[in-house]
């Protein structure tokens, strides 16, 4: 007779753990942190002019709700910024929010191999490598923000609180419009 090995309970985690488990890096980090949060799916046109617009219309909120995840250059360190898809990154504002003089859009490349996430689909969380992060302003006025749940088509929806403390972030108005 031969012994079956044991069955964990738990979900593995890390980036194998949540392909097996069904979920992303940026699910499984939310699920090991404890706090509450919402998967919400829906189909991805690849057309789309805006992926967070199109995030928006489909989960049928305001644009303001949906936050987007945008990394820059900031004097040669990578930052991650968390704006309304309404709006737009204020690049001076993003840099002073770090300490920072200068700032411009990161490679996307760079983007991509930093986060382990692609392009319309980076999530501030379960990031490959842990960056510097800023919530813009405007998400701590609402009960809850949307943002990428690791792959484009998938958004996850909790409360910006919860956001802040998993990115270790920082908060300051660097969203313009």
Excluded: N, W
Aim: aromatic fraction near 2%.
């Amino acid at each position: 007779m031969t012994k079956q090995p044991k069955q964990s309970k738990k979900p593995k985690q890390g980036k194998k753990g949540a392909a097996q488990s069904g979920g992303t890096p940026a699910t499984v980090a939310l699920t090991a942190a404890g706090v509450p949060f919402t998967v919400h799916a829906y189909d991805h046109d690849p057309a789309a002019a805006s992926y967070g617009e199109e995030a928006a219309e489909a989960l049928g909120v305001s644009p303001d709700q949906v936050f987007k995840t945008l990394l820059a250059d900031v004097d040669g360190a990578l930052t991650v910024a968390v704006v309304p898809v309404s709006g737009s990154l204020d690049l001076k504002a993003l840099a002073a929010a770090v300490g920072g003089k200068r700032a411009a859009m990161a490679d996307p490349a760079a983007a991509e191999r930093s986060t382990g996430y692609v392009r319309g689909g980076i999530s501030p969380l379960g990031q490959r490598k842990r960056l510097r992060t800023v919530v813009d302003a405007s998400a701590e006025g609402r009960p809850t923000v949307c943002v990428s749940a690791g792959r484009r088509g998938l958004e996850v929806e909790l409360s910006p609180g919860d956001l802040v403390a998993l990115t270790d972030a920082r908060v300051a108005p660097i969203a313009r419009g």
